[in-house]
């Protein structure tokens, strides 16, 4: 799977929620705690940071994710493998016993609406930076979709939102937290 998406820094929040809600189906709500860990590579000289994976825990699931990120100019292209687990402590435990290390926490709660092009819309408030839009397009691979295109719809909703090209934030949540090595 591939997640294409575009993130923008917004500083009125409750408007853009108006607007969104006059514009796009209002589809739920946002609540997602995030814990982030390296596992070693085995027989690699330096094994950290090693192979990173995430553990998203939303009201009633919880998913494990990883990616190969790529920045594709303001952009963020992933392909991505997420699988839900049925017990959580039960796969920290296992990580530690792949000697696993904690790296950090991210919080992000809000809202989301479905937008136009298949684009899921989030906007979210992440613990201790703030108020974002996230827009995204989930699309297989094999289909081999048009990435341009897709990039150009992100940044038509964007646009379309009055949000200006400066509040676009390139940089992954994790270097915005101060976790820049991870």
């Keep these: 799977?591939?997640?294409?998406?575009?993130?923008?820094r917004i500083e009125a929040p409750q408007a853009l929620e108006a607007k969104l809600n006059s514009l796009y189906e209002r589809?739920?709500?946002?609540?997602?705690?995030?814990?982030?860990?390296?596992?070693p590579l085995a027989g690699s000289p330096m094994p950290f940071p090693g192979f990173?994976?995430?553990?998203r825990t939303e009201p009633g699931r919880t998913t494990v994710t990883f990616?190969?990120?790529?920045?594709?100019?303001?952009?963020?292209?992933?392909?991505?493998?997420?699988?839900?687990i049925l017990d959580p402590d039960a796969f920290r435990l296992l990580l530690k016993k792949m000697s696993a290390r904690f790296?950090?926490?991210?919080?992000?709660?809000?809202?989301f609406w479905k937008g136009p092009e298949g684009i899921l819309v989030e906007l979210?408030?992440?613990?201790?930076?703030?108020?974002?839009?996230?827009?995204?397009?989930?699309?297989?691979?094999a289909e081999s979709p048009d990435l341009e295109e897709i990039k150009r719809s992100l940044k038509r909703l964007i646009s379309g939102l009055e949000i200006g090209e400066k509040a676009i934030e390139p940089r992954p949540y994790s270097q915005l937290l101060g976790f820049a090595s991870y």
């Design 124 to 141: 979210v408030r992440v613990e201790g930076l703030g108020d974002f839009l996230e827009a995204e397009r989930l699309v297989d691979e």
């Design 67 to 84: 990616k190969e990120k790529a920045y594709e100019g303001q952009v963020e292209v992933n392909r991505e493998v997420e699988f839900g």
């Design 27 to 39: 589809a739920g709500s946002v609540d997602k705690n995030d814990e982030y860990w390296a596992v």
């Design 52 to 55: 990173r994976l995430r553990i």
């Design 1 to 8: 799977m591939l997640e294409v998406e575009l993130k923008a």
């Design 103 to 111: 790296l950090y926490c991210k919080r992000k709660t809000g809202f």
